[in-house]
């Protein structure tokens, strides 16, 4: 009688997401997780938005039909990219790892190291012009042998920041 009286209800069972993303719904968002609910509202309307453009350049209405229509096909490749990713993610369990995918190139090379010594270098490697990466000790060109060229380089730069400026020539009198 008391849960009458103070207008409280039981908690129900929690529900699984929908698109089994392994996060819980509720049934004021379609039994669907918050992320899985705001793609579908966002889906929807673009394709509304998308649905309404063709209607416009239909009638005619836009002046410039060309323009509309190329933002128009934008729209929607957009909304297809998003609505795939979006399925995309909602197949994929938990148990599946993101390199199954083929979608991080730096899941399949491995951890960072160092050019010179094999260290892992993880988030602290320096990349150097030559286009390795390098540990704390072997950063500076001078420790690692870099095949980079720094003088031709540096002329490069200062040839492009000074150009050459000369007066023309004045006719003698």
């Known amino acids: 009688m008391e849960q009458n009286e103070t207008g409280c209800q039981t908690p129900q069972a929690t529900i699984l997401c929908v698109n089994n993303c392994g996060f819980f719904g509720t049934p004021a968002t379609l039994n669907m ?34 323009k509309v229509s190329d933002a128009a096909t934008a729209v929607i490749a957009e909304a297809n990219a ?3 990713d979006s399925m995309e993610a909602s197949r994929r369990t938990s148990s599946e790892s993101p ?16 050019g010179a010594c094999n260290k892992r270098v993880g988030l602290t490697g320096f990349n150097c012009r030559c286009g390795s990466m390098f540990c704390g000790v072997h950063r500076y ?3 690692h ?5 720094y003088h031709a380089a ?10 050459v400026v ?3 020539k004045l006719d003698k009198i």
């Not at 979608?103 to 160092?114: F, Y």
């Not at 042998?145 to 060229?149: A, L, Q, R, S, T």
């Open 82 to 84: 998003i609505s795939s």
């Open 99 to 114: 390199a199954i995918g083929g979608s991080d190139e730096a899941n399949k090379q491995g951890p960072k190291r160092c």
């Open 33 to 66: 997780c918050s992320k899985c609910y705001k793609d579908v509202v966002l889906k929807q309307e673009r394709a509304e938005f998308a649905a309404s453009s063709f209607q416009s350049i239909i009638n005619g209405s836009s002046k410039n039909g060309a």
């Open 141 to 143: 060109s001078d420790k």
């Open 154 to 163: 540096g002329q490069q730069a200062i040839a492009k920041a000074n150009p």
């Open 145 to 149: 042998d870099c095949p980079f060229d």
């Open 166 to 168: 000369k007066a023309e």
